[in-house]
Structures are given as structure tokens and as C-alpha cells.
């Protein structure tokens, strides 16, 4: 990709953070219609805050799995996976090529409390409440799950990594209780994969 290629980073960070925090916007005027608020277990109040820190703190730990699947799919792609790991690295760098953290960090977070909100705060919680069944809670993160994978379809392999992450960040949702998790887990994800796909190549592209 040559210097003429490169994106703007602050015309895609601003469409980016348009996008995604249009999401969340979304999740607060869905709820407010339907009755369901989005910011789940997130309460701020004095006796409440030792416990979203708990929550933030295994947003952070639950993190981990997820690099590691990451590491696995750059480092040993087997079959499909080959594809999706250089399709996925061609499309970031398009994207958010020349980026500097603090705008990647914006899109990340942005990206945590947008799609949290929307996909796990209104769409998991709400259908968990309104489904009288006592498998409730998991009928409703599969299907919160699988909306998030066909949302994210660039290919059938990532749509189904996708899912499975969704079902990831549903799981430990309901673990804790607290929307904080599952956002902290997903922005903490999506910066540092952002980092770590498109910052050494573009170290790599000013040296040449």
C-alpha cells in the first residue's frame, strides 16, 4: 500500500465512532420504547461502586482469551482461518491505517459501549426478561449471540468467530451481572488488536 493509498485516520475514526456510537444511541431509544434499559447492572451509586469495580476488574481478565485466540489464528492459520486472518489484517489496515492510539482507543471504546449496549444490554437482557422460560437466559444469549455474528459477516468464518465471541461476551454478562464487564472485555479486545494489526505494519511501511 503506497502513501497515496493510505486512509485519512480521522475522516474513518469520525465515521467509526458515528457508527458505533449510533449503535448505542439505538440500544437507549429501543429500550426507552420497549421498557428495557440498556445500561444493565452499571449503577453508580456509593454502595454499588466496589462491586462494577469487580466487574471492570474481570473485563480485564476475561480479556485474555480472547489474544490468545487472536495469536493462535495470526500465528497458526489452519484452513479457512488463513484467509480470514489476511483479509481481516487488509481491511484494518484500510480502515485505520495510519491511526494513532488515542484514535484507535476512541474507536475501541466507542465499539465496547455501542455494541455492549445494543446487543447484550438491550437485545440479550430484554429477550431474558420477556421469554417465559426457565432457560430464559440462554435461549436468549444464543440468540443475542447469533445476531451478533450475522451483524459482523465479512465471510461464514468470521461471522461464526463473531458469534462465538458474542456468545463470550453473553456468558460473562451473566457471570457477573454487569454490563461493565463484557465492555470492558470487548474495548480492551478491540484495542489492542487494533494495536497489534495495524501499528508494527505501519512502523514497517515508514521505514521502507
Known amino acids: ?23 448505542g444511541v439505538a440500544a437507549l431509544v429501543i429500550g426507552w420504547l420497549v421498557g428495557q434499559w440498556p ?4 449503577g453508580t451509586t456509593s454502595n454499588l461502586v466496589p462491586g462494577q469495580l469487580v466487574a471492570v476488574g474481570w473485563g480485564l481478565a476475561a480479556t485474555g482469551p480472547l489474544l490468545a485466540v487472536l495469536l493462535i489464528i495470526d500465528r497458526v492459520p489452519i484452513g479457512p482461518l488463513r484467509h480470514l486472518r489476511d483479509m481481516t489484517a487488509e481491511v484494518i489496515l484500510q480502515m485505520f491505517g495510519g ?3 488515542a484514535q484507535l482507543a476512541a474507536v475501541a471504546i466507542a465499539a465496547g459501549f455501542g455494541e455492549e449496549l445494543l446487543f447484550r444490554g438491550l437485545v440479550q437482557a430484554g429477550l431474558s426478561r420477556l421469554i417465559l422460560d426457565p432457560f430464559a437466559p440462554w435461549i436468549a444469549l444464543a440468540a443475542a449471540s447469533a445476531l451478533f455474528g450475522i451483524c459482523h459477516w465479512l ?4 461471522a461464526i468467530l463473531a458469534m462465538l465471541a458474542g456468545a463470550y461476551f453473553g456468558l ?5 451481572g454487569s454490563l ?4 470492558v472485555a470487548h474495548s480492551a479486545y478491540d484495542l489492542v488488536a487494533l494495536l497489534y494489526l495495524v501499528r508494527p505494519k505501519n512502523l514497517l511501511r515508514s521505514k521502507m
Not at 1 to 18: E, F, G, Q, V, Y
Not at 39 to 42: A, D, E, I
Not at 172 to 176: G, P, Q, Y
Open 180 to 183: 461493565w464487564t463484557p465492555i
Open 39 to 42: 445500561f444493565v447492572g452499571m
Open 99 to 101: 491511526a494513532s492510539v
Open 155 to 158: 465471510n461464514t468464518t468470521y
Open 172 to 176: 460473562i454478562f451473566v457471570a457477573t
Open 1 to 23: 500500500m503506497s502513501d497515496m493509498d493510505l486512509p485519512d485516520p480521522a475522516r474513518t475514526t469520525r465515521i467509526a465512532l458515528l457508527f458505533e456510537c449510533g449503535l
